[in-house]
């Protein structure tokens, strides 16, 4: 069986990002009447810090197939240059799978869903008291890469990571 190179790493970087779910601060989403039926469909991640969400739906999580490997790939190679340069002390990583997930920052109650936008991933930027930012590759999850650091840094008023 012939296998190749990029696979292999999606898929180590995949079994990486599975593991890091179970260290996730969120919880079954709880319906309310601001929220309404979104909150029974996914998860809930509740502001405290810092917070860069990444997001992929939950079919990517177990797919096999070499394109869905590399977009989770590009997911992970962002989140980490985001890491290295441009999030703030003390910020937290998430990695969700979900077609819906809730973010409640204080008052503000956000619904994201990966089947509105049409995106299979990206990632969420927010902190306590500031609306979210929604981050996806418009032409491809490699573009993820380029634009989540900088836009991290945008959102944070940090300075642009160096290449």
């Not at 180590?12 to 593991?19: H, K, R, S």
């Not at 991640?45 to 797919?63: E, M, N, Q, S, W």
């Amino acid at each position: 069986m012939k296998v190749s190179l990029s696979l292999l790493i999606a898929l180590v970087i995949g079994q990486a990002l599975a593991a890091s779910i179970a260290q996730a601060d969120t919880r079954p989403g709880q319906a309310d009447e601001d929220r309404g039926h979104l909150a029974k469909k996914g998860p809930e991640v509740v502001i405290t810090a810092p917070t860069l969400i990444a997001f992929a739906k939950p079919g990517l999580r177990d797919a096999r197939d070499e394109a869905s490997s590399e977009a989770l790939a590009h997911l992970a190679f962002a989140v980490e240059d985001t890491k290295r340069c441009a999030l703030p002390e003390h910020a937290k990583v998430e990695i969700i799978y979900a077609d819906i997930f809730i973010v409640r920052n204080g008052a503000m109650t956000q619904a994201f869903s990966t089947s509105a936008n049409g995106h299979e991933l990206g990632a969420v930027l927010v902190e306590p008291g500031r609306k979210a930012r929604l981050v996806i590759a418009e032409v491809g999850p490699s573009a993820l890469v380029q634009m989540l650091p900088e836009a991290a840094a945008k959102y944070w008023n940090l300075p642009s990571c160096e290449p």
